[in-house]
Nanobody, 123 residues
Framework: QVQPAESGGRSVLAGGFLRLSCAPS????????VGWFRQAPGIERNLVAA????????YYDDSVKGRFTISRDNAKNTLSLQMNNLRPEDTADYYC????????????????WGQGTQVTVSS
């Protein structure tokens, strides 16, 4: 079983940037599609960005397109999410997960969830 470990979340001012990292334990996810999800209080968890196992295809939610960049290093077995020009509405707990199913766009099923990392953006 893959157990992701997210890191990098903290409090920042609007307009700032953060880089989230995910390093799974248990096994490599180099052959898995993976994604970043976020969940704000009172809102269901949703897919923010996803990347094909080869790194050749990505997806971004419209709310983060042009500001966030997902990347992976299969040699190091790590996943990253570069978040620029952060907004207060980006405030949420962020999770990385292996995708057991993904339509290549917004619909995906995440499995092997980590504990998440908290991002707080204040204006």
């Amino acid at each position: 079983q893959v157990q992701p470990a997210e890191s990098g979340g903290r409090s920042v001012l609007a307009g700032g940037f953060l880089r989230l990292s995910c390093a799974p334990s248990g096994r490599t996810f180099s052959r898995d599609n993976v994604g970043w999800f976020r969940q704000a209080p009172g809102i269901e968890r949703n897919l923010v960005a996803a990347i094909h196992w080869s790194g050749t295809m990505t997806y971004y939610d419209d709310s983060v397109k042009g500001r966030f960049t997902i990347s992976r290093d299969n040699a190091k077995n790590t996943l990253s999410l570069q978040m620029n020009n952060l907004r207060p509405e980006d405030t949420a707990d962020y999770y990385c997960a292996r995708l057991s199913w993904w339509d290549g766009k917004s619909r995906a099923t995440g499995v092997d969830w980590g504990q998440g990392t908290q991002v707080t953006v204040s204006s």
